[in-house]
């Protein structure tokens, strides 16, 4: 019983997040501004942004309900905090802001904290739950190489 409150729990604070990230995006890929960059050829249409999104959050909150049942601490939490604010926080940089350079470093620091929670919280009952961030480890690798062409292209 406690897994599943874990899983709702998440579920809602991560889709909360992400809502938290497109109010603070503005007009976000619909505005002038980001229609009129010039964008790497393998950007997605924008319904697959939704999808993915969709996708990563789910198995992300399954496997933060698994973590936080076997390893619940402040420095977890704090890692977590770390990540909710850094991927809340990259829409408001580059939609909003227009600050595509902090944007990017705003998207390799969630990666790293990501790949950090895959490394290190691995071992013993988490071994085969962590696999469930492998999604979100792959979607950042290719915000970031979107992100790193609207930088160097623009």
């Not at 198995?59 to 604010?85: D, E, M, N, Q």
């Not at 944007?103 to 390799?108: E, G, H, S, V």
Request: a positive charge; aromatic letters at 20%.
């Amino acid at each position: 019983m406690k897994q599943i409150h874990y899983i709702i729990l998440f579920l809602i604070l991560n889709f909360v997040g992400l809502a938290l990230g497109n109010f603070f995006m503005g007009d976000g890929p619909n505005g002038i501004w980001y229609n009129s960059l010039n964008k790497a050829s393998w950007t997605p249409p924008g319904w697959v942004f939704r999808v993915v999104w969709t996708l990563i959050m789910i198995c992300f909150s399954i496997y933060l309900s698994f973590l936080f049942s076997l390893r619940k601490s402040k420095y977890v939490t704090t890692i977590y905090g770390i990540a909710l604010l850094l991927n809340i926080s990259w829409n408001y940089l580059f939609f909003n802001q227009h600050f595509t350079s902090i944007a990017l470093y705003n998207l390799i620091a969630l990666a790293l904290v990501i790949i950090y929670l895959f490394i290190s919280f691995g071992d013993d009952e988490l071994s085969k739950m962590r696999y469930l961030l492998v999604p979100y480890i792959l979607w950042l690798c290719i915000a970031i190489s979107l992100n790193g062409y609207v930088v160097l292209n623009n």
